[in-house]
C-alpha cells in the first residue's frame, strides 16, 4: 500500500485512486525564459521517483508536466532579445529536457503548453463568468471573485494579500477584493502578443493554465480531476490555491484527490532565490558532475525536506554511490539473473511510505556491504554475482542511478585529451600481448597505474577507470 503525505490535511493518507491499478500525477512544470535551476531539478527528480515508484507496485502512471510558454517574463525576454516567442520558448524547453534527461527524469507522458491550451481555457475561463464566480473590468481584464468560492484558504490554510504573487499582473482599482486573480490580462497599447477572445485580446493569468490543462487531458471521476497534484512548495499559495478554487467553481468538483509538495533548495542555507543573486543553473552542475551523481545528491534527502546543496556533501554522496559501482565492477563479466525478493520487498516499503529515501538507500548500502563481504570470502560464488546484479538493475530502474557500465562510470570526468592517451597506451599494450612482448605490456600497464588509471582485460577488451 502506497502512501503519501497529503499537504493539505497534513498527514499520510493511503493511496487510493480514482481508478483501481491507475495513477494520475499532474505536476507544475517551469516557466520557459530561462535554464533550469537546481529547484526545477528538485521538483522533477521527486516527482519521477513517485511515477517510478508507482509502477514498481503494479500501477498503470499517466504522468503530465506542463510548460508555461506566455508569460509576462517570456515577454520581456522578447523585447530585450528582439527573438520571437516561440523561437525563446521553444530554446529552453529543449533545454530543459536535455537537463532533466541528464538527470535520468523519465519524459512525461503529456506535455501540455499553455500556447496550445487556449481553446481549454477561454472555455473554463467563460464558464466561470457564466456562473458568477468571474468578473471583467473595463480594461478587458478578468477576474476570479474569490468571495464566490467557500472553500478558498483550504489547500493552503492561509490567505494572503499579495497581488503580484497571486495574479503576476499589475494591481487593477476595479478588483472587487484584494484576493481575487486575474485569469485573463488584456493586452495594453504596446504589447503585440495576444490572443483573441470575447472578454478582450490578452492572454491567459498564470493559474488559469493549469487547471485548464488537467480538465482537458484527464478523464476524472466526478469527484476530482486526479489522483496527485504536485509541485513545489512554493506553489502550494497562491499557486495551487487559485486552481483548486477555480476549478472548483468550473467543474463542481475538487481537483485533485491528494497535493504533494517538495521542499526548497538552498545553497549553503539561504533559500535559492534568483531576487537573493544566487541561483544555482542545473548547466552549471552539469558541467562539474555527471548527471547520475547530481541525481543521487538531489535525491539523498526525503523530498518534503529543503535541500542545502553543498559541495562537500556532493562529495559525499559520490563516494556513496562509488561503493555501488565498485561492487558492480567486481560482478563483471556475469549476467543477471532474478532479484532478490527480500531485497525487492524491503525498496519497495521504503519507498512506498512517502519516497522514504533515507531507508531505501541504507537498504542498499546494506546489500552492497554484503555482497562485498560474501564475495570476499568466495570471489568465483557465480550465483551471488547474478543475482546481485539482478538487484542492481532493480535499483536503476526504481531509482534511477546504478544501470551503468562501472568502468564507463569511473571514466566521468576524465577529459577528452587524457582518454585519448589512454586508450592509445592500451591499443599499443594489446599489440605487444599479441606479439608475445609481455615486458612491453607490463611496462605500459605500470605507465597506466602511475597516471592513476586501472586496467582490468575482459572477454570484450580491457576497461580502464580513473582511480
Known sequence: MMVIFDSVTKTKRPFEPIYPNKASIYVCGPTVYDDAHLGHARSSLAFDLLSRTLKALGYKVTLAKNFTDIDDKIIKKVEATGKSMQEITDYYIERYLEEMAQLGVQRADIEPKATESLGAIEQMIQRLIDKGCAYIVSNGDVYFDTSKDPHYGEISHKIHDDDENQSRVAHNSEKRNPKDFALWKACKGEEDICFDTPFSSGRPGWH??????????????????????????????????????????????????????????????????????????????????????????????????????????????????????????????????????DFKAALLEAMADDLNISVALAVIDEMVANANEKLDANPKDKALKKETLANLEFVDTLLGFGGKEPYSYFQIGVDEALKVQIETLIAKRSEAKKAKDFATSDAIRDELTAMGIAIMDTPEGTLWEKL
Not at 542555507?269 to 534568483?274: A, L, N, R, T, V
Not at 544566487?278 to 541525481?295: I, T
Open 208 to 341: 488559469i493554465e493549469c487547471s485548464a490543462m488537467i480538465e482537458k487531458h484527464f478523464e476524472g471521476n466526478g469527484s476530482y480531476s486526479i489522483d496527485i497534484h504536485g509541485g513545489g512548495a512554493d506553489l502550494l499559495f497562491p499557486h495551487h490555491e487559485n486552481e483548486a478554487a477555480q476549478s472548483r467553481c468550473a467543474t463542481g468538483h475538487a481537483l485533485a484527490k491528494y497535493w504533494m509538495h517538495n521542499g526548497f533548495v538552498q545553497i549553503d542555507g539561504e533559500k535559492m532565490s534568483k531576487s537573493l543573486g544566487n541561483s544555482f543553473f542545473l548547466k552549471d552542475a552539469l558541467k562539474v558532475y555527471d548527471g547520475e551523481v547530481l541525481r543521487y545528491y538531489l535525491n539523498s534527502v526525503h523530498y518534503r525536506n529543503d535541500f542545502n546543496f553543498n559541495e562537500e556533501d556532493l562529495l559525499a554522496a559520490k563516494k556513496r554511490l562509488d561503493k555501488l559501482y565498485r561492487l558492480k565492477k567486481r560482478l563483471l563479466p556475469s549476467k543477471a539473473s532474478m532479484v532478490n525478493r
